[in-house]
């Protein structure tokens, strides 16, 4: 591989990122006053973003290219990794991990995440999940004091390890078939291969692995456990940041190399798209912890974004990138108001805890309303917006049984919102309602809310974005 130093500069954001991470996790026990990492992490973040502006248009070799797609979806990890790291002190601080190490792994993850939406070789997507997968696994077990936080990083830690398998055998069968594992020389290979078979069961094999990462049915067993278990700041952070890398590799892969084998590989991917939205709609309206509600939530919203996948054009690239900004908002606000009412670990978590909300703490119930209507795609809300665009690039793209079928499967996933609105505004409190409140939460969830309200509105400027990111 060419190197210079000039090509250094795509990679720039990565490695501020890993040089402020082994700072964090270096010099914990060096720094009493844990509040400083809270600063330079939230202070690093905006840096990084700044970065990778920066680096926009550079390349390193044939490897990694810093290019808009890329860009934009390192702001989506970025934008999730700032809204998490405002909801973390007084839940880490209250569980007894607000330390160095918390922050560093953070920053880790996000970077592996950055290789995963920017690299253009099997490899480097490879070594980019694994470094954001060892310290998500390493995240949700923080909260170890709670052994449903052991159980789920431990399901979690299991499962990802049998999905990179997965990943291996697929880029050892694509190396094998094509002679490279560049996306842009597997990309030109593929028209020539004769073995449909062999190529079929390649790329089986990165739907599988990648299958797992965004947690597509039947791949999503890990997800209701380690979303419940995980303190509530990773779980919103995995629930987007994590699901967003997953996506991001799932575009350049299947987009740009799979992409002369679009017949080939999408005739599996419908059925995995609607077996995904089905099956999390219905297993969210039985549940009554809102972490696992949230969680099959979050299945059925990955079956929503497949659909862009589907179509497999750049309008469903776009419809995908504009549908993660907006659930970062969303998701994050939703897991941000979780956070608000528990008061300790699985206290709070119960739908029930949130009747009566509204005439005990309007303020609250109504970030929580607005999280809620965006998740079920009600306008004039950002979530409305994200699922128009998605629906429509599958109806476009020859899919319109597909866009009915998810609308369909919209419809029974909205019961869970609305039946957490109900609680909230028709039902009387069953007693005090304690939040823990802090500034950096109120910021986060202001923001989120803002989010919401704003892309909802006013979508124009970011939908031109995403037009011009997607390739």
Request: aromatic share 16%.
């Amino acid at each position: 591989m060419p190197f210079s130093l000039v090509n250094l500069k795509a990679v720039s954001p990565e490695i501020f990122l890993i040089v402020v991470a082994s700072f964090m996790v270096l010099f914990d026990r060096a720094v009493r006053a844990k509040a400083f990492f809270f600063w330079l992490a939230l202070v690093g973040t905006v840096l990084a973003w700044w970065l990778c502006r920066e680096s926009l248009g550079g390349a390193f070799a044939s490897s990694y290219v810093a290019d808009h797609y890329g860009f934009f979806l390192k702001t989506v990890f970025l934008l999730s990794l700032f809204l998490s790291i405002l909801i973390s002190p007084v839940y880490a601080e209250r569980e007894g991990f607000h330390f160095g190490e918390y922050y560093g792994l953070l920053y880790f993850a996000v970077c592996g995440m950055m290789f995963m939406a920017s690299g253009t070789d099997l490899l480097v997507i490879y070594l980019g999940l694994e470094l954001m997968s060892l310290s998500i696994y390493v995240l949700v077990a923080m909260g170890f004091r709670d052994p449903r936080s052991l159980e789920g990083a431990l399901k979690y830690f299991l499962l990802g390890s049998l999905a990179s398998a997965f990943l291996v055998m697929g880029l050892a069968l694509i190396y094998g078939l094509s002679g490279s594992l560049n996306l842009f020389e597997i990309q030109k290979a593929l028209s020539g291969i004769s073995s449909r078979t062999a190529l079929l069961s390649g790329i089986l094999f990165f739907l599988i692995a990648l299958g797992f990462k965004v947690a597509m049915v039947p791949f999503h067993m890990w997800a209701p456990d380690a979303y419940e278990g995980a303190p509530t700041p990773i779980t919103a952070f995995m629930s987007v940041a994590a699901k967003a890398a997953g996506f991001a590799a799932f575009g350049r892969i299947f987009l740009l190399a799979f992409a002369p084998a679009h017949e080939l590989w999408v005739k599996f991917l419908v059925p995995f798209a609607v077996l995904t939205m089905f099956v999390g709609a219905m297993l969210a309206v039985v549940q009554t912890n809102i972490k696992r509600m949230l969680a099959y939530s979050s299945v059925a919203h990955a079956g929503y974004i497949l659909l862009g996948l589907v179509a497999g054009t750049r309008e469903g690239l776009s419809a995908v990138l504009l549908y993660l900004f907006i659930y970062a908002f969303m998701n994050i606000g939703a897991f941000g108001m979780v956070t608000l009412l528990q008061r300790e670990a699985g206290i709070g978590e119960n739908i029930f805890d949130y009747q009566g909300l509204a005439k005990l703490s309007p303020l609250p119930a109504f970030f929580m309303l607005l999280f809620m209507f965006s998740l079920a795609g009600i306008p004039p809300t950002a979530g409305f917006i994200g699922k128009f665009y998605v629906f429509r690039a599958a109806v476009h793209a020859g899919y319109p049984v597909l866009a009915v079928l998810a609308v369909l499967a919209s419809t029974i996933a909205a019961y869970p919102y609305l039946r957490i609105v109900m609680l909230m505004y028709m039902k009387e409190p069953a007693g005090e309602i304690r939040t823990a409140s802090s500034p950096y939460l109120w910021a986060a969830l202001g923001l989120s809310a803002l989010g919401v309200l704003l892309i909802g509105i006013y979508p124009g400027s970011l939908i031109h974005t995403v037009f011009s990111s997607a390739f």
